[in-house]
């Protein structure tokens, strides 16, 4: 059975929004400002990292680290200027 998470966060001025869908094979799908700019599968529970650039300039390269399992799935972005990740809330819609 699959089932729809959806994840978001503002950072730089720019929004970030995941939506994991989970099941037998995951699929992760990354939003920068409502457009996809990441796409990633993955077998069972295991994490995936998706590389993306938001449109500052110069571009700001950060990841999205998705997990989607075992239990709730959780996203981070992870920054490579200032190595922090950042928890992204789960989002109802």
């Known amino acids: 059975m699959s ?3 959806h994840f978001h966060i503002d950072y730089l001025g720019h929004s970030v929004s995941v939506t994991v869908q989970t099941g037998h094979t ?3 799908e990354v ?3 409502g457009k996809e700019t990441g ?3 993955t077998k069972d529970d295991r994490p995936v990292t998706v590389p993306i650039e938001l449109p500052t300039d110069p571009p700001t390269a950060v990841y999205v680290r998705a997990t989607s399992g075992p239990g709730v799935p959780r996203c981070l972005l992870l920054a490579a200027a200032d190595g922090e990740p950042h928890v992204m809330a ?3 819609y």
């Open 3 to 5: 089932r729809r998470h």
């Open 26 to 28: 995951s699929v992760v």
């Open 31 to 33: 939003l920068v400002d």
């Open 39 to 41: 796409h990633a599968t």
């Open 90 to 92: 789960p989002r109802l």
